[in-house]
């Protein structure tokens, strides 16, 4: 029994990575990158560095700047007919996870053609499109080093998982420094995810012992320092374990897969537009109690990892620890529930049955320890919408 583990082929990794953008491109052989990115980092003056430093070391980009939150198709027409009609070698994502995945999907498309919905789970995209260099913004999406892109189909409110070695970026550039300027929400939200992501990683059917390394690296270094980081935003070793940890969370879930927490995520994201990472918040811990007794070996080592309980806790005691911090920290990073976001209350309910359906057809839970049938999700739907 073997696993496959795909990775970038260049990290750099730690204060000012971003700025070897040029060397990285050299090195890979590349010369005329498109940047593709959103308004907000144009606004916050992080496009123009990176233009800076490429026109410096004699290197012509152009840039795209219109991806959009929770990508659809049409969000990235413009993109894929740029890449089209440009001439370029390369392409630089840079952003939260937004960006990086529609910058994923212009990648393909921009050589393949075609539409994103025939390349969606269950195809697995060998193509190799134009080489990705993500720049990570948050902390995060693991988008940087995940073989996932995730394209909402607006005809159905559909978010559609893609898969595959297509869609794994040549190089990523984790740099904390990008995120000391996080606003308290987006690094509550992004943090959350990562940590959802190390712990549906390790408890995963699809759990391997390389996935697992990394999985709980990453929980050490997310449990002590979220936090930390949403309360003190210039703090800036916590912001630096933050990125380490979402980073190796995203290879985690890369070689493992995701479970049911964003199984029953994406579809909450794509029919009331709620932020991922706050719908796996929303989640997290309903689906966590639902799941525990299935793997309570596993959810004990993740509470000891988080720093939610002691080494020496038997798994019982670890178990009803993790549940409590995982309630904490959802109070103390002011998560609202579906109810408090605003959603309303009778199509959320109205729609659980669709949404139950959509997330089985995702096949993350599938992976989950403890498989749903489509009453239990509609029921966990429900459980969720007004959590204490
Ligand atoms: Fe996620």
Redesign the pocket.
Known sequence: MSNRIILPRLLEVGAGASRKAPEILTALGCRKPLIITDRMMVQLGYVGTLQAVLSEAGLDSDLFADTLPEPTEASIIAGVDKVKAGRYDSIIALGGGSPIDSAKAISILGKFGGQMRDYKFPRDVSEQGLPIIAIPTTAG?GSEVTRFTIITDADKDEKMLCVGLGFMPVAALVDYELTLSLPARVTADTGI?AL??AIEAYVSAKANPYSDSQALAAMRLIGPNLRRAYHTPDDREAREAMMLGSTLAGVAFSAAS?ALV?GMSRPIGAFFHVP??LS?AMLLPKVTAFSLDSAPERYADCARAIGAALQSDDNATANSKLLAELRALNQELKVPSPAEFGIEKERYFELRTTMAEQALASGSPGNNPRVPTVDELIELYAAVWNQE
């Open positions: 999406t995810d959802t992501h995701v964003h991922h990472g796996n």
